[in-house]
């Protein structure tokens, strides 16, 4: 599995960005996904994860109600869509693919990891 992150970079506070999450070679089809971040300075935090299907997805409370997370009918891309962005959602947000089919916000249960894409909110 090679998972890459990508659509990163400068938004304004209030506003948008998509990011995606692609598997090269279309082995996360059957697995969960998450998403995680790490702020300068600070742990890694769970952001948002969606099953295998993307019929259950689970959001951290700091990005629910902004956050969006879905799949392609393949499976093989998954788009986390922030609105309502703000300062504090800045940092580098790393999706990973699960051993589980399930969506969750533990990041033991998350073997592969994409490099991570730098999303920055300035306000």
């Known amino acids: 599995v090679q998972l890459q992150a990508s659509g990163g970079g400068l938004a304004q506070v209030g506003g948008s960005l998509r990011l995606s999450c692609t598997d090269s070679?279309?082995?996360?089809?059957?697995?969960?996904v998450g998403w995680f971040r790490q702020a300068p300075g600070k742990e890694r935090e769970f952001v948002a994860a969606i099953s295998w299907r993307g019929g259950t997805t689970h959001y951290s409370d700091s990005v629910k109600g902004r956050f969006t997370i879905s799949r392609d009918s393949a499976g093989s891309r998954v788009y986390p869509e922030m609105n309502k962005l703000k300062p504090e959602d800045t940092a580098v947000y790393y999706c990973a693919s699960s051993i589980y089919s399930t969506a969750g916000s533990t990041a033991g249960q998350y073997r592969y990891w994409g490099q991570g894409t730098l999303v920055t909110v300035s306000s």
């Open positions: 070679r279309r082995t996360f089809s059957n697995n969960g």
